[in-house]
């Protein structure tokens, strides 16, 4: 065990061993938001309270102090097969291509949508949704996939190598395994870059973007991924009931986002996304609010830049996001050798999250009182786990997703 990893689980020791679940401080020092108490103090102990008033105050806060607003859905939005073959991946797959057209406010934007659904199914297939980072034939070999052209990041112009995230993307376990998978690029949603809000989908809404609480990078993604789904429900290939969204890093924050935003995701899963996802910020360990303000300030609201410097003191934290997906089913995933994510944070935010999944009935969701060892996943309504290694998402992950998939979709493997 490295001496890394050896920290972290001392220090759980010393704090989460003897937290009592309604606890609001982290090894005695740093002070966390109550999760249960409402702004006038009430405390919450009943259903009723958390929806009616907890869980609105919490999207109220989130939506203006952190990740912006969002807006409704486009004056138009058509869905156009641009390109489909059912023998895919060698006969195992049938692929589609969508074009997602939306116009609003005398402007124009398309996003291209990539499905993988498994041939042979008896049913429809789960659903799982994961925007990409290199643009969609960045994730495969298949020359078929369109190769995304527009700029994605302000500094780089070309587009990536077809299958040069390939690593990240194991399709053909995924489709074995019975699950449908689309992706898009979140570079073909809003630019991955500083500078002006005004392209692709920021286009659509630019009275959403002169305000404290502006539609963000992390918004049009997650909102994006929404109107997507919006398509993909009906199809008759696609079970509308078994839908999960998976992210990674800063897509992991956004996945913990949409899935706080929409109900529709039966399970979310956050893996390495560390500051502002799954890891608390009032640690301040790894990367702060700062970091994230200075070296990524569109992600996030103007609001948010309120905070740098005053971690310790914001009125919410990332636990309390977790909670908003409550009684869905969340999966949070860490890496050993990921400092910067801050594991632990992740790790305890998870925990800490287990209250509301108890006001819904859920006892224990997250059955780990100490932070589990490397590749020593606790799965239980919730699940972690700690991948050896850097920050990345590979197969051993997903491995880990579809085995707590299954578990909750109730399907078994031959």
């Known amino acids: 065990m490295n001496a890394y990893l050896t920290g972290i689980i001392a220090g759980l020791a010393l704090g989460i061993t003897a937290m009592a679940e309604n606890t609001n401080t982290f090894q005695g020092s740093v002070e966390l938001p109550d999760v249960l108490r409402a702004k006038d103090g009430k405390v919450i102990q009943s259903l009723s309270d958390w929806e009616n ?4 105050e919490l999207m109220k806060t989130f939506t203006e102090q952190m990740y912006g607003v ?37 402007k124009e934007t398309s996003v291209d949508l990539l499905l993988y659904v498994p041939n042979g199914q008896k049913a429809p297939a789960p659903l799982i949704m994961c925007l990409n980072f290199k643009g969609n034939h960045a994730t495969t070999d298949d020359p078929a996939v369109k190769v995304c052209e527009k700029p994605i990041h ?11 995230a390939a690593e990240r993307w194991p399709y053909e376990m995924i489709l074995k395994r019975g699950y449908a998978i689309a992706t898009m690029c979140h570079g073909d949603i809003v630019t991955d870059s500083k500078g002006p809000m005004n392209n692709y989908v920021f286009s659509l809404f630019p009275e959403l973007q002169d305000r404290p609480d502006n539609f963000t990078a992390i918004g049009a993604w997650a909102w994006t991924i929404s109107r997507a789904l919006d398509y993909l429900v009906t199809l008759p290939e696609i079970n509308p009931k078994q839908l999960t969204v998976v992210g990674h890093s800063r897509l992991g924050k956004t996945a913990l986002w949409c899935g706080a935003n929409d109900p529709r995701f039966t399970v979310v899963i956050s893996n390495d996304s560390g500051e502002g996802g799954a890891a608390l910020s009032r640690r301040m360990q790894g990367e702060t609010i700062a970091d994230l303000c200075r070296n990524f300030p569109y992600w996030f609201c103007k609001n948010y830049q309120q905070y740098v410097g005053h971690d310790k003191e914001m009125p919410f934290d ?6 908003l997906i409550a009684p869905r089913h969340v999966y949070v995933a860490s890496a050993s050798e990921d400092a910067w ?10 925990k800490l999250a287990n209250p509301v999944f108890k006001i819904y009935g859920v006892q224990n969701a997250l059955p780990a009182d100490t932070m589990p060892e490397i590749e020593k996943p606790v ?11 850097k920050h990345n998402i590979i197969a051993y992950d997903w491995g880990n997703y579809l085995q707590f998939m299954d578990e909750h979709f109730g399907r078994t493997q031959k």
């Open 53 to 56: 008033i907890r869980k609105p």
């Open 70 to 106: 969002m807006p409704g859905k486009p004056e138009s939005i058509e869905y156009t097969v641009f390109e489909s073959s059912t023998n895919a991946m060698n006969g195992l797959a049938t692929r589609k291509q969508i074009a997602i057209k939306m116009k609003n406010a005398g």
């Open 154 to 164: 302000s500094d780089r112009k070309e587009p990536y190598a077809r299958n040069e």
């Open 318 to 323: 990332q636990h309390e996001l977790i909670s």
């Open 341 to 350: 994510a801050d594991p632990e944070g992740e790790f305890t935010s998870l």
């Open 379 to 389: 799965h239980g309504y919730n699940g972690y786990h700690l991948r050896a290694g």
